[in-house]
Structure formats: structure tokens, C-alpha cells
């Protein structure tokens, strides 16, 4: 730091701490209420008294806990029996359904040209046409 500076910081520190002890110290006792803790009254010797009303008082209002509430005892039961479905067992698998459908390809493929609607038509309807044949 250049020379100046220090002796400007130095001349402020000096001037600030001389201020501060100099100052009155509080102008009550510092509790902020008098003697008698009822008046709250501020202000210098031979000043005129400034009295200000004590703050308002609100009752504490308890109440009275609530009577005990007995509840039932909780009552189990037991889980409701399970029964698992019966088994399905399917004589066959769908073969006219198969069938049909490949059937229904080919002649599809081959009156459409090979075109892949003509296909997936004649194989729904072969499908169809097959599943009528089996039942």
C-alpha cells in the first residue's frame, strides 16, 4: 500500500474508535422498562417523561383434554379360500384354421399376382372358410 493510504486508513480507525467511546451509553438501564416493570418510560435527565402504556395482556386459554375414546378390538379373519380354475385341455389345435390360411395364401398369391393384398386377403379368408370346416 502506498504511504498516503495508510495514514488516511489509519487517521479514519482513529477517528471512528474516538467517536465510539465518546458516545453516551444507552439513555434508559437497558432493560427497556422501569423500576416498577409496568411503565416503559425513555429519555434524559431533566427531559420531559414520555410514558407508554404496558402491552395488552391476553388470557391463556387451556383446554381440558378430550375423554378417552375406546375403540373395538380389531377383529381377523381369514383369508377366503382359493380355488384355482379347472384346468382347459383342447382336444386339437386349430388345424382347419391353419390350413385354411395356407390354402387361402397360395390361391391369394397366386390370383393377385403375388401382390401382398391379395395374400393377406386370401389368408383371412382361408383362415375363416377352414375354422367353419373343423367344428
Do not use: C, K
Not at 391463556?60 to 375414546?69: G, I
Not at 390350413?99 to 391379395?118: F, L, N, W
Not at 386370401?122 to 375363416?128: D, Q, V
Amino acid at each position: 500500500m502506498r504511504t498516503r493510504t495508510l495514514q488516511l486508513l489509519t487517521l479514519a480507525a482513529v477517528a471512528v474508535s474516538s467517536a465510539a467511546t465518546s458516545a453516551p451509553a444507552l439513555a434508559h438501564d437497558g432493560r427497556g422498562f422501569g423500576r416498577d416493570n409496568h411503565v416503559r418510560y425513555f429519555g434524559h435527565p431533566g427531559a420531559r417523561v414520555v410514558y407508554v402504556r404496558p402491552p395488552v395482556r391476553v388470557p391463556l386459554v387451556v383446554y381440558r383434554p378430550a375423554p378417552p375414546y375406546y375403540a373395538p378390538a380389531p377383529v381377523y379373519y381369514s383369508a377366503p379360500a382359493y380355488y384355482a380354475p379347472a384346468p382347459a385341455y383342447y382336444s386339437q389345435p386349430a388345424w382347419g384354421v391353419i390350413g385354411g390360411a395356407i390354402a387361402g395364401a397360395a390361391i391369394g398369391g397366386a390370383v393377385g399376382e403375388g401382390r401382398a393384398g391379395a395374400i393377406a386377403a386370401g389368408s383371412i379368408i382361408g383362415a375363416a372358410v377352414g375354422g367353419s370346416f373343423v367344428r
